[in-house]
Structures are given as structure tokens and as C-alpha cells.
T-cell receptor, first 107, second 115 residues
Framework: AQRVTQPEKLLSVFKGAPVELKCNYS??????LFWYVQYSRQRLQLLLR??SRESIKGFTADLNKGETSFHLKKPFAQEEDSAMYYC?????????FGKGTRLSVIA | DTGVSQDPRHKITKRGQNVTFRCDPI?????LYWYRQTLGQGPEFLTY????????KSRLLSDRFSAERPKGSFSTLEIQRTEQGDSAMYLC?????????????FGQGTRLTVV
């Protein structure tokens, strides 16, 4: 079975502080992992995927197969980062999403 | 707007009524997905099409739900005899099929309220 766990419903940080949104997954094969973001009143959109190993808007995420984790990190949070963040996994079915973490960046 | 569009954006219906939602994918995308999202949850997969073929349905898709994509372009999702538990945001997404990962683009969703 494919499962994605995001343990934090809400994460509040001060502007300029580091951010880490946790994501753990369960899948027996080789998964593809993604982070999606939903800003207020906007549609769900892809933020980054592990395959491309890119940094988007200052965010990075490293796939750790030993710990089955794909945590999202940013060294210095900005107010415009406030949004819902969803970790997602694609194994042998279409995308499976976690329940999401609401990030609130306080000025 | 050339993205995925969904209609209507909001629907309020009485329990027991039938409702139908429409999704227009990005024009060159051959895959189309339906998801449901309830409060406090992430999107949950319902079904997906490649062209006009419905390739997979999740256990969430009870026999009151039916989805079609008759010409491989737009899709409809119908819910018969709606129940209060059907109240949710219904999301549509589309992508290209093929080698490697092709990003799924989401619509803004249809919010269904069953009263």
C-alpha cells in the first residue's frame, strides 16, 4: 500500500527563520515524491519533485530512502511562503497525497 | 486561461438529488484525473482516464459515482442520490502520458455541499 504521512497540521515560524515540513512515506517499490503547494484562493500546483533535485523559491527536498522521508526545507522563511503544502507519492498508481501542513510565516 | 477548468465552481444540492460536474483539461493532455478533498484531508484519488479509457477506479468511487470522458477531451463526474457525506471539493487534473514524469495540473475544483 502507498501512504504519505505529514505529521504536522500547522507549522508557524517567524520570517527569516528556517522551515522544515516533514513527510514520510510507505511504499515497497521505488517511489517518485513530490511537494505540491496551494496558496490562498489558488489552485494546487507542483512545487518540486525529487527526481529533478532542484530548488524552487528557495525550497529543497531530499529523498531519504533509508528513513523513507522527503522533508521540505527552506533556510529563511518569507511571508509569501504561507500556504498549504502537500507531500505526494507516485508508485504504481496515480498520486497519493498526505493530509497537508499549513505553513504560517509570521512577520 | 488555458489551464484546467471546472464547472460549476460551487454546487449546493438537496440530499437525494443527482449532480454532474464537468472538467476541461489542458488541450493536449491525454490523461485526466478526478480527486476528492474533504476538510482537513489531502486530495484523494477517485479515478483516471487515458484518452477515453477509464484505466483505474479507487474504492472511494461507489456505484453512485460515474465518470466519463466520451471523446477523450472533457470529462464529467456524476453523483447519483447524493448523500451528506458527498460534500467535498472535487478536483480535476490533467497531464501527458509517456516516459518519465509529466506534471499533473489541477483545476480550481468544484465545491459540493449536500444539504
Amino acid at each position: 500500500a502507498q501512504r504519505v504521512t505529514q505529521p504536522e497540521k500547522l507549522l508557524s515560524v517567524f520570517k527569516g527563520a528556517p522551515v522544515e515540513l516533514k513527510c514520510n512515506y510507505s511504499y515497497s517499490g521505488s517511489p517518485e515524491l513530490f511537494w505540491y503547494v496551494q496558496y490562498s484562493r489558488q489552485r494546487l500546483q507542483l512545487l518540486l519533485r525529487h527526481i529533478s533535485r532542484e530548488s524552487i523559491k528557495g525550497f529543497t527536498a531530499d529523498l531519504n530512502k533509508g528513513e523513507t522521508s522527503f522533508h521540505l526545507k527552506k533556510p529563511f522563511a518569507q511571508e509569501e511562503d504561507s500556504a498549504m503544502y502537500y507531500c505526494a507519492l507516485r508508485g504504481n498508481t496515480p498520486l497519493v497525497f498526505g493530509k497537508g501542513t499549513r505553513l504560517s510565516v509570521i512577520a | 486561461d488555458t489551464g484546467v477548468s471546472q464547472d460549476p465552481r460551487h454546487k449546493i444540492t438537496k440530499r437525494g438529488q443527482n449532480v454532474t460536474f464537468r472538467c476541461d483539461p489542458i488541450s493536449e493532455h491525454n490523461r485526466l484525473y478526478w480527486y476528492r478533498q474533504t476538510l482537513g484531508q489531502g486530495p484523494e484519488f477517485l479515478t483516471y482516464f487515458q484518452n477515453e479509457a477509464q484505466l483505474e477506479k479507487s474504492r472511494l468511487l461507489s456505484d453512485r459515482f460515474s465518470a466519463e470522458r466520451p471523446k477523450g477531451s472533457f470529462s464529467t463526474l456524476e453523483i447519483q442520490r447524493t448523500e451528506q457525506g458527498d460534500s467535498a471539493m472535487y478536483l480535476c487534473a490533467s497531464s501527458l502520458a509517456g516516459q518519465g514524469y509529466n506534471e499533473a495540473f489541477f483545476g480550481q475544483g468544484t465545491r459540493l455541499t449536500v444539504v
